[in-house]
């Protein structure tokens, strides 16, 4: 049998196994052990009215338990993919998990089973999710989480917006060694650095996946300053916008020093890139006293003028939530404020036409006017003036 027809033929089991996922994940991907509890936990899901969703997995973490340890060299990533449900109940903006015990799929997310995959394995089965898609349906959103993130939070988190949003892509999370520990800030940013090129190379990958139409890229805190910098080096290394496959570059109360956004954005001339700010968000407030006062991008205020006049300047759109309200820190409002949520859906699922908006939600209000429409359906928030 030649390259050629192994190759067609393993994507033709893939796609098969793809679309009887919810009942054989197991059966196409690991053993009996994990094809009855896979195949058990998404039935009891479904039956319980959850929503199930494919996660795919880049990891940098050591301590991944659900990946082949022989995927990746040190520095580079290992990778995966997770089956994760949403409750029947679950109400916009909201991450339901137990107070103790064990996830109920009924009431809270839970994930239902997952396998490690080699490089080969993860490129071929995203191709096989997006196969026989159109439009925005063939996209990819890379979710990059932020500092004192686990990896079952930024795989929640992300399951949480696409559902919330009405994503109808796939789903890809690329998870680095955060601490989950508040007093680890220095430790995180080196560890984000240290995550750098596997970003860079898992970027590059999924902009090369047969079938892929935009890769778009949503990053929050620290994570942002991580993502622009994997774009910045692809950019260098001549893979200008992926190749034009590069989508939405959305980051969310971005960690970023000012003058650095400034040189990362200077190498990507025509990236529809949009930042989240708030001058409420402790996080970044305190985020800044540690770098010498140095100003955070994501806690820049669009009501002053000069601010709005050094925010114009980098030819970003502005989506201003200094009116929402989420929690004392206000540092995840993108994912906690339902209409913040929408409106990233939305935005994944509009042209290009739009883009030099300066901002999407209007900071006069006290709080961004819902639309009780379907995600999906949701329209952009009105600009600012």
């Known amino acids: 049998m030649t390259s050629s027809a192994r190759f067609t033929s393993r994507k033709s089991l893939m796609l098969v196994c793809a679309l009887a ?63 994760v449900s949403v409750p029947r109940g679950h109400k916009a903006g909201e991450i339901e998990e137990p107070s103790f015990g064990k996830p109920n799929p009924e009431k809270h997310f839970a994930v239902l089973g997952g396998h490690g995959l080699d490089p080969e394995d993860f490129r071929l089965q995203v191709s096989t999710y997006l196969s026989g898609r159109i439009g ?10 932020g500092f004192n993130t686990s990896q079952d939070q930024a795989r ?27 007093f ?31 890769v778009h890229v949503l990053a929050h805190s620290m994570g942002s300053w991580l993502a622009m910098e994997a774009l910045r080096e692809n950019a260098i290394a001549g893979s200008k916008n992926l190749g034009n496959r590069l989508g939405d570059v959305m980051l969310a109360s971005p960690d970023i020093d000012l003058s650095v956004f400034k040189t990362q954005m200077a190498r990507l001339p025509g990236a529809n890139v949009s930042i989240f700010v708030s001058p409420n968000d402790r996080a970044l407030n305190l ?34 939530l200094s009116g929402a309200s989420a929690g004392f820190i206000g540092h995840s409002l993108y994912g906690d404020v339902p209409a913040v949520v929408r409106t990233i859906g939305a935005q994944l699922g509009m042209a ?13 209000s006290r709080m961004p006017v819902e639309v009780n429409v379907p995600p999906a359906q949701t329209p952009p928030l009105t600009p600012m003036n």
């Open 21 to 83: 996922l919810p009942v054989v994940l197991g059966g196409c991907f690991g053993g009996p052990d994990a094809r009855m509890s896979a195949s058990a936990g998404s039935m009891a899901a479904q039956a319980a009215g959850a929503r199930v969703t494919p996660i795919f997995i880049a990891s940098t973490r050591r301590e991944n338990i659900n990946v082949q340890a022989e995927s990746a060299a040190d520095g580079g990533a290992h990778y995966a993919i997770s089956m």
């Open 136 to 145: 925005s349906n063939r996209d990819v959103l890379l979710y990059v989480h």
């Open 156 to 182: 929640f988190r992300l399951t949480q917006l696409a559902h919330d949003g009405g994503f109808g892509g796939v789903a890809v999370l690329f998870t680095w060694p955060s601490k989950s520990d508040l």
């Open 184 to 214: 680890s800030y220095v430790s995180d940013k080196e560890s984000a650095t240290a995550s750098r090129d596997a970003l860079q190379k898992l970027m590059r990958d999924l902009a090369q996946v047969e079938g892929v139409g935009r």
């Open 287 to 320: 985020s800044s006293k540690l770098a010498g006062e140095r100003p955070r991008v994501g806690a820049m205020d669009p009501r002053n003028t000069k601010q709005r006049a050094e925010l114009a300047q980098l030819g970003v759109k502005v989506y201003d």
């Open 352 to 364: 290009r036409e739009d883009a030099g908006v300066t901002a999407m939600i209007d900071a006069s």
